[in-house]
């Protein structure tokens, strides 16, 4: 079992940065593969971005060159750093662990975070 705790949304403007994190509970968070995905009004929750056990990371096309995702795996930790933001990135963010590399859909996560919102304003 794996409890996920995500923190560090909030309001900006356009084009400044925030940094989200996902606190891990259990012995065996190394194993899994962590994911960010974000949901905005109306419409499905998506992929933001992967990392798995080993540091390989996918980035959704939306995010990739803005987004960076790491992990601390001695603080059962996972970071999401969004730069440049964009009012298009407004939405809820959540976090979630999987138990293979593979992990692209949200059929292939088995935890998830309570989220945290990140609005940004034009």
């Known amino acids: 079992q794996v409890q996920l705790v995500e923190s560090g949304g909030g309001l900006v403007q356009a084009g400044d940065s925030l940094r989200l994190s996902c606190a891990a509970s259990g012995r065996t968070f190394i194993s899994y593969t962590m994911g960010w995905f974000r949901q905005a009004p109306g419409k499905q929750r998506e992929l933001v971005a992967t990392?798995?056990?080993?540091?390989?990371?996918f980035y959704s096309n939306s995010v990739k060159g803005r987004f960076t995702i790491s992990r601390d795996n001695a603080k059962n930790t996972v970071y999401l750093q969004m730069n440049s933001l964009k009012p298009e990135d407004t939405a809820v963010y959540y976090c979630?662990?999987?138990?293979?590399?593979?992990?692209?859909?949200?059929?292939?996560?088995?935890?998830w975070g309570q989220g945290t919102q990140v609005t940004v304003s034009s």
């Open positions: 979630a662990a999987a138990n293979y590399a593979l992990a692209y859909k949200m059929a292939d996560y088995d935890y």
């Open positions: 990392i798995t056990s080993g540091g390989t990371t």
